[in-house]
């Protein structure tokens, strides 16, 4: 499948983040997810388990969704509550939008039951258009907990960066290292061409 020019940004910016931030960058991987819903109720409870990876020590996150509209948005606002308070630059992100693609097989062999979804979620992004985070398994509730971490994942790690390269373009020019300010600004333009930061 032919990658899109989102898609290629965004393999760019995992590669600045591998030499940014290296083992500083944030891993985020489902664990355990429980969503309940009432008939008496318009609203979804979600509560997620996430394994949390920085620097080599791995935590266990437990958050909740509380009263959501669904259980896409119960994950959505979960890791939302979670992380914007240490990275105030996921303020400018949220969840406009979810598509659910089954893939049946031909095969006359089976029913279908068995059929593999793609989960796409598609996230505005202030100022800065729609993102979409997919994917694709043969359950709708995994896909969609996968696709959700993704893309926090991303843009906390995209939050983190913008930090570390501030700090060092801020010694660059201290110094007046020339060279190393002007591949601050090329790399600070990468990332602010996904997202905006406020001060760090």
Same mark, same amino acid.
């Given at each position: 499948?032919?990658?899109?020019?989102?898609?290629?940004?965004?393999? %760019?910016?995992?590669? *600045?983040?591998?030499?940014?931030?290296? $083992? !500083?960058?944030?891993?985020?991987?489902?664990? @355990?997810?429980?969503?309940?819903?009432?008939?008496?109720?318009? /609203?979804?409870?979600?509560?997620?388990?996430? &394994?949390?990876?920085?620097?080599?020590?791995?935590? =266990? !996150?437990?958050?909740?969704?509380?009263?959501? &509209?669904? /259980?896409?948005?119960?994950?959505?606002?979960? =890791?939302?509550?979670?992380?914007?308070?240490?990275?105030?630059?996921?303020?400018?992100?949220? *969840?406009? @939008?979810?598509?659910?693609?089954?893939?049946?097989? &031909?095969?006359?062999?089976?029913?279908?039951? #068995?059929?593999?979804?793609?989960?796409? *979620?598609?996230?505005?992004? &202030? @100022?800065?258009?729609?993102?979409?985070?997919? =994917?694709?398994?043969?359950?709708?509730?995994?896909?969609?907990?996968?696709?959700?971490?993704?893309?926090?994942?991303?843009?906390?790690? =995209?939050?983190? $960066?913008?930090?570390?390269?501030?700090?060092?373009?801020? #010694?660059?020019? $201290?110094?007046?290292?020339? #060279?190393? $300010?002007?591949?601050?600004?090329?790399?600070?333009?990468?990332?602010?061409?996904? %997202?905006?930061?406020?001060?760090?």
């Amino acid at each position: 499948m032919k990658k899109t020019p989102q898609e290629f940004r965004r393999e %760019n910016l995992k590669e *600045l983040f591998n030499k940014t931030l290296q $083992a !500083r960058q944030i891993k985020l991987e489902p664990f @355990d997810i429980s969503v309940k819903e009432s008939w008496n109720s318009d /609203f979804t409870n979600v509560e997620m388990a996430i &394994k949390e990876t920085v620097e080599g020590l791995q935590h =266990c !996150r437990e958050i909740s969704g509380g009263k959501a &509209k669904g /259980f896409v948005d119960g994950m959505f606002k979960a =890791c939302h509550g979670q992380y914007v308070g240490g990275h105030p630059s996921l303020r400018n992100i949220k *969840l406009i @939008d979810y598509q659910v693609s089954p893939k049946f097989s &031909k095969s006359k062999k089976t029913m279908g039951s #068995d059929a593999e979804t793609e989960v796409t *979620l598609m996230v505005e992004v &202030k @100022d800065h258009g729609v993102a979409e985070f997919s =994917c694709v398994s043969r359950s709708i509730l995994y896909s969609s907990f996968i696709a959700t971490l993704e893309a926090f994942q991303f843009y906390i790690n =995209c939050d983190k $960066a913008f930090g570390k390269i501030k700090l060092v373009l801020e #010694d660059a020019n $201290a110094r007046n290292r020339v #060279d190393i $300010a002007q591949l601050c600004m090329s790399e600070l333009a990468m990332l602010t061409g996904v %997202n905006t930061y406020g001060k760090q």
